[in-house]
Protein backbone atom coordinates (compact mmCIF):
# COMPACT_ATOMS: atom_id res chain seq x y z
CA UNK A 1 0.00 0.00 0.00
CA UNK A 2 1.38 3.38 -0.93
CA UNK A 3 0.56 7.02 1.03
CA UNK A 4 0.15 9.64 -1.35
CA UNK A 5 0.54 13.52 0.13
CA UNK A 6 -1.52 16.13 -1.27
CA UNK A 7 -1.54 19.83 -1.51
CA UNK A 8 -5.46 21.41 -1.52
CA UNK A 9 -6.03 24.66 -2.08
CA UNK A 10 -9.51 26.22 -1.59
CA UNK A 11 -10.96 24.71 1.50
CA UNK A 12 -12.17 27.21 3.64
CA UNK A 13 -14.39 25.19 6.26
CA UNK A 14 -14.61 21.58 7.67
CA UNK A 15 -17.82 20.96 5.18
CA UNK A 16 -14.80 21.46 2.24
CA UNK A 17 -12.88 18.76 4.28
CA UNK A 18 -15.24 16.27 4.22
CA UNK A 19 -16.09 16.77 1.07
CA UNK A 20 -12.65 16.14 -0.67
CA UNK A 21 -12.33 13.37 1.93
CA UNK A 22 -15.26 11.17 0.38
CA UNK A 23 -14.57 12.23 -3.20
CA UNK A 24 -10.85 10.94 -2.61
CA UNK A 25 -12.54 7.92 -0.79
CA UNK A 26 -14.29 7.70 -3.61
CA UNK A 27 -11.61 6.85 -5.75
CA UNK A 28 -10.85 3.09 -6.94
CA UNK A 29 -7.98 1.54 -4.89
CA UNK A 30 -8.36 4.72 -1.89
CA UNK A 31 -8.63 2.83 1.08
CA UNK A 32 -8.93 6.06 3.85
CA UNK A 33 -7.95 9.35 2.92
CA UNK A 34 -7.33 11.93 6.02
CA UNK A 35 -7.62 15.62 5.06
CA UNK A 36 -6.81 18.76 7.22
CA UNK A 37 -8.09 22.59 7.27
CA UNK A 38 -4.68 23.60 8.15
CA UNK A 39 -2.30 23.16 6.37
CA UNK A 40 -4.49 21.94 3.16
CA UNK A 41 -3.16 18.74 3.16
CA UNK A 42 -4.69 15.17 2.57
CA UNK A 43 -2.94 11.94 3.29
CA UNK A 44 -4.29 8.84 0.90
CA UNK A 45 -3.92 5.09 1.97
CA UNK A 46 -4.40 2.93 -1.06
CA UNK A 47 -3.16 2.31 -4.44
CA UNK A 48 -4.66 5.19 -6.80
CA UNK A 49 -3.49 6.74 -9.40
CA UNK A 50 -1.96 10.59 -8.59
CA UNK A 51 -4.26 12.32 -11.69
CA UNK A 52 -7.44 10.67 -10.63
CA UNK A 53 -6.74 11.68 -6.87
CA UNK A 54 -6.18 15.20 -8.70
CA UNK A 55 -9.03 14.86 -10.84
CA UNK A 56 -11.86 14.07 -8.07
CA UNK A 57 -10.55 17.10 -6.05
CA UNK A 58 -11.09 19.34 -8.95
CA UNK A 59 -14.30 17.96 -9.46
CA UNK A 60 -15.36 19.05 -6.12
CA UNK A 61 -14.54 22.98 -6.61
CA UNK A 62 -10.24 23.08 -5.04
CA UNK A 63 -6.77 22.40 -6.70
CA UNK A 64 -4.42 19.26 -5.33
CA UNK A 65 -0.86 18.92 -6.41
CA UNK A 66 1.38 16.05 -5.09
CA UNK A 67 3.78 17.08 -2.05
Not at 32 to 37: P, R, S, W
Not at 53 to 62: D, F, H, K, N, S
Amino acid sequence: MNDIKLKITGMTCNHCVRAATQALESVPGVTKAEVTLEPGEALVHGEAPLDALIATVAEEGYTAEKL
